[in-house]
């Protein structure tokens, strides 16, 4: 065979092998050191023909000595038959060793077999703080407090709050007219007990002094107690009405008119001692119309 031939045939077997070669992928990081846990990127790019179907490492791929952080990638470039895939990967390391390398893979797909192509390693350099360890370790033993902030717990004063609101509207709801009922019987027998402390006053002064004065005050303290009683205004009636208002009481008729001719009239009656006892009549009505207004109100809660 000719020497030209052979030269030719030569030539074209190593044309094709290079035709069938896989080209490599590249990839770096984005610098050259690092410190320990911190955040860098490592950038890969494979060009290859556009009809070949190339996967590049998932997530779930071991990066050791490094974790994954994030993977971004991005979508498939062609130009002129040639297709570019590419991805960046946030990497971090809490390794300790001085030099770290990482070289990734791409996979080749072709029919049913699957081809494994690495990049060529690349490297950073751990950035040491710390140079040396002097053993053994020395322990601070002094340290100084800092001082925290005190925080009011609003949350927990909210809960109280509601928790304490929904009690009382419970014990109100249940108890609420019970309640009601024992504070106005309290209001009743405190102003019954100082009505009769004050007009007891009056009374006995009268009687020893015989003081217009202390029976006036006597007679209007009586009125102004029925008028806070009977929740009426009593006490700006004329004897004729207060006594129309008790349905013609005989005791309330007779002790007015008696008590009026005394003021009015500067006239004690031509009895002696009527006023006195026209002034026990009114203590002993007064009396009367509290134990009615007591009964009304415990009898209040069967109705």
Not at 59 to 81: C, H, I, Q
Not at 231 to 255: C, G, L, M, P
Not at 264 to 276: C, D, K, L, P
């Amino acid at each position: 065979m000719p020497r030209g031939y052979i030269i030719i045939l030569l030539c074209s077997l190593q044309a094709g092998a290079w035709g069938q070669q896989i080209p490599r992928p590249e990839g770096s990081f984005n610098r050259d050191t690092a410190r320990l846990g911190e955040l860098l990127q490592y950038t890969l790019v494979h060009h290859h023909p556009a009809t070949q179907e190339v996967v590049l490492p998932p997530e779930s791929y071991n990066f050791a000595p490094f974790e994954l952080v994030r993977k971004d990638f991005f979508p498939t470039a062609t130009k002129a038959g040639i297709s570019t895939d590419s991805a960046i990967y946030t990497l971090r390391s809490f390794e300790i060793e001085p030099v770290q390398q990482l070289a990734l893979p791409v996979y080749i797909l072709s029919n049913q077999d699957t081809t494994e192509v690495f990049a060529t390693a690349d490297a950073v350099v751990l950035h040491q703080l710390v140079k040396e360890v002097q053993e053994p370790l020395q322990v601070k033993a002094d340290t100084e407090l800092a001082t925290v902030e005190e925080r009011f717990n609003w949350p927990e004063l909210v809960l109280w709050l509601v928790a304490s609101a929904t009690f009382l509207s419970l014990v109100w709801l249940i108890f609420g007219q019970a309640i009601q009922r024992k504070y106005k019987l309290y209001r009743l027998r405190k102003d019954h007990v100082y009505f009769a402390s004050r007009y007891n006053s009056h009374e006995e002064r009268f009687k020893k002094t015989g003081a217009m004065q202390s029976l006036e005050k006597a007679v209007s303290l009586w009125k102004n107690y029925l008028t806070k009683l009977e929740r009426s205004a009593i006490n700006s009636f004329t004897t004729k009405e207060i006594v129309e208002y008790y349905e013609n009481d005989e005791e309330v008729n007779t002790a007015l008119r008696i008590c009026d001719k005394a003021i009015y009239g500067n006239v004690q009656t031509e009895t002696e001692g009527e006023t006195n006892l026209a002034l026990g009549m009114l203590r002993r009505f007064a009396k009367s119309r509290h134990k009615t207004q007591r009964e009304l109100i415990k009898n209040a809660k069967s109705k």
